[in-house]
């Protein structure tokens, strides 16, 4: 059975810090997906991984890929309270046509002043 | 450009009634997706559908639930004799021919009483 996992699941960290979120995988997929979901609201994306090794910065967010180790990494740099929020991966696992995405339970970070 | 819209926003239920959830994909986008999330959870898949298709419906319950996206008109979800279980939040997504990325509606949130 397909298994995505994120660790932590949730996460209190200070302004200013720098924190990762994991999001580990149990199957061959070379793309995955970083949403945020505020509360009561609907999913943003933030970043499409689509290869192995992939990159991606958007302010003080940072993902990668890592599709040999099967884990996608989501990094925060000089965390400010407005990113607080929980954060999903999404692993697609289709094998043809369209998309078939399994997502973690999410990570509920609160940033504090 | 408008998004992906789901109505109504919220819905409230009595158990044994039908609840009916539409969504409408982004304009030109011919793939939709239901997603079940209850609270403090990930989204689950549900189907998956083009118009007048069903391509993957391995995450719908067995009985109750129906989905269809008619050549015409929105997709619609359909939960029949509604149970305290089904309370969640339910979210479609749109996906383009050519695209990678899911884009999520603002869910409708179903209440059973």
């Known amino acids: 059975e397909l298994k995505v996992e994120q660790n932590p699941l949730f996460l209190s960290m200070q302004e200013g810090k720098n924190y990762t979120i994991y999001c580990n995988y149990s199957?061959?997929?070379?793309?995955l997906y970083w949403y945020r979901q505020d509360p009561g609201k609907s999913l943003e994306s933030l970043f499409v991984?689509?290869?192995?090794?992939a990159v991606k910065q958007e302010g003080r967010l940072m993902a990668s890929l890592d599709t040999k180790a099967r884990l996608s990494t989501l990094h925060i740099t000089a965390a400010v309270h407005d990113l607080s929020a929980t954060y999903f991966c999404?692993?697609?696992?289709?094998?043809?046509?369209?998309?078939?995405?399994?997502f973690g339970p999410g990570t509920r970070l609160s940033v504090l002043p | 450009n408008a998004g992906v819209m789901q109505n109504p926003r919220h819905l409230v239920r009595r158990r044994g009634q039908e609840a009916r959830l539409r969504c409408s994909p982004m304009?030109?986008?011919?793939?939709v997706y239901w997603y079940r999330q209850l609270p403090e959870e990930g989204l689950k898949f549900m189907v998956y559908?083009?118009?007048?298709?069903?391509?993957?419906e391995s995450g719908m319950p067995k009985e109750r639930f129906s989905a269809e996206f008619p050549k015409e008109g929105p997709s619609i979800l359909r939960i029949q004799q509604v149970v305290r279980g089904d309370s969640a939040a339910y979210f479609c997504?749109?996906?383009?021919?050519?695209?990678?990325?899911?884009?999520f509606g603002p869910g409708t949130r179903l209440t059973v009483t």
């Open positions: 999404a692993v697609d696992i289709s094998r043809g046509y369209g998309q078939n995405f399994v």
């Open positions: 304009k030109g986008h011919s793939h």
């Open positions: 991984l689509l290869s192995n090794g």
């Open positions: 199957t061959t997929s070379d793309r």
């Open positions: 997504a749109s996906l383009g021919t050519d695209s990678y990325e899911q884009y």
């Open positions: 559908l083009q118009k007048e298709n069903i391509i993957d």
